[in-house]
């Protein structure tokens, strides 16, 4: 279904400081504009903003940056951010096509990715859409620092074997594999609105860490 245009979402994203406008201009300046030397970790489909925006309060030493495709998706995430008791200092918004993600990245400027509730784009023909699949996997491996992970979760069980086969494909070393997160031992985790939602009706939790191959 086609996400409705907000049409306030321009004009609050323009007077928020923390939504990056032109985010290709900072490219191998994020720490510089963070103004510290802290890792760098990014969420590529923030949603709601939720998991984000508890991370960024959790871990006041990490800098948060939470991006989508909509401006209008972006506009309730950084609500969500401002609605919380204390608004994360050390998270910043972007609107952009994660296709261009090494144009608003420099080489190793990342030190952690998470990947949370992708679409699953279930047709075969539409695989490489997927924010798993190897086209991305290598821009990936681009951004993110040696031993830089991505962490992902997913109720889709056939979007997580394809992911696994294209991980494997492309020599990332996968880590904490589970195929039920919530009866698993992992502890601290934050669901986001959709995993709550789908938890509630049911459904497990895939979900995996996989590190940047040493090539």
Known sequence: MRLRRDARATDYLAQDERVIQKPEELKGKWKEHFGNDNPIHVEF?????GFITQLALRNPDINYIAAERAETVVY?????????EETPKNLRFLFFDVHNCTDIFEAGEVDRLYLNFSDPWPKKR??????????FLDRYEQILADNGEIHFKTDNKGLFASSIEELSLRNWLMKNVTLDLHNSDMEDNIMT???KKFSELGFTINRLEAVKPNR
């Open 76 to 84: 309730k995430a950084c609500k969500k951010a401002n609605a919380s």
């Open 193 to 195: 609105e959709y995993e």
């Open 45 to 49: 489909g923030c949603g709601k903003g």
């Open 126 to 135: 539409h695989a490489n859409r997927r924010l798993t699949y190897r086209e």
